[in-house]
């Protein structure tokens, strides 16, 4: 049972690690997000599979916790602010996620209403994100690493899926990436 747990918080905090680093990138083109735009949306579409994978794995030890199985019953609830936060994270995650997608998608008065979508949830979300990410750091900062050390303190199960389910989510997101850029040529090339 301890795996299991070790695990997932292992998952959980890697995939962190692996969206704190796409969302600084994505944020250095808010510097200058109209000469950027193509990275801005490459790095958005990117940030698609991690952000699913970390929602994932959270849910799993939420449904584990609620459904009370020992080991997560034993490892405890996150602190209740964070416990509170998080569907706010999930929601407003899935709303700037997915207007941001919708603009590459249409195009007139459907395309301004997901702009300022867009604009809005960024600003309930960065709020938000900022108290989950201060939240949770140092034990991204502690745990996120443990399974891509040579030598891990603690060999527990499923190293090596996790690993690989890190690069896969990665490359995906690489893949998601481009599909955005097309969308992003594609209405470019409807409204140039």
Not at 65 to 76: H, P, S
Not at 138 to 167: K, M, Q, T, Y
Request: aromatic share 8%.
């Amino acid at each position: 049972m301890r795996d299991g747990v070790e695990g997932n918080a292992r998952l959980t905090a890697a995939a962190a690690a692996v969206l704190l680093l796409l969302l600084a990138a994505e944020g250095a083109t808010l510097l200058s997000v109209q000469s950027l735009l193509r990275a801005h949306v490459f790095i958005g579409f990117a940030l698609i599979p991690p952000t699913l994978l970390k929602i994932g794995a959270t849910g799993y030890r939420f449904a584990r916790y609620y459904t009370g199985a020992a080991g997560y019953r034993g490892k405890g609830p996150p602190k209740l602010v964070l416990r509170l936060l998080g569907p706010v994270v999930i929601l407003t995650t899935g709303a700037l996620l997915a207007s941001g997608v919708g603009l590459g998608l249409t195009r007139g008065s459907t395309r301004a209403l997901l702009l300022s979508c867009h604009k809005a949830s960024f600003v309930v979300w960065f709020a938000a994100m900022t108290v989950h990410v201060l939240g949770h750091a140092l034990d991204v900062a502690r745990v996120g690493p443990r399974d891509w050390r040579a030598a891990p303190r603690s060999v527990i199960g499923g190293v090596g899926a996790r690993r690989w389910l890190i690069a896969v989510v990665i490359v995906v997101g690489c893949f998601a990436g481009v599909v955005g850029l097309q969308a992003l040529g594609s209405w470019q090339a409807l409204s140039g």
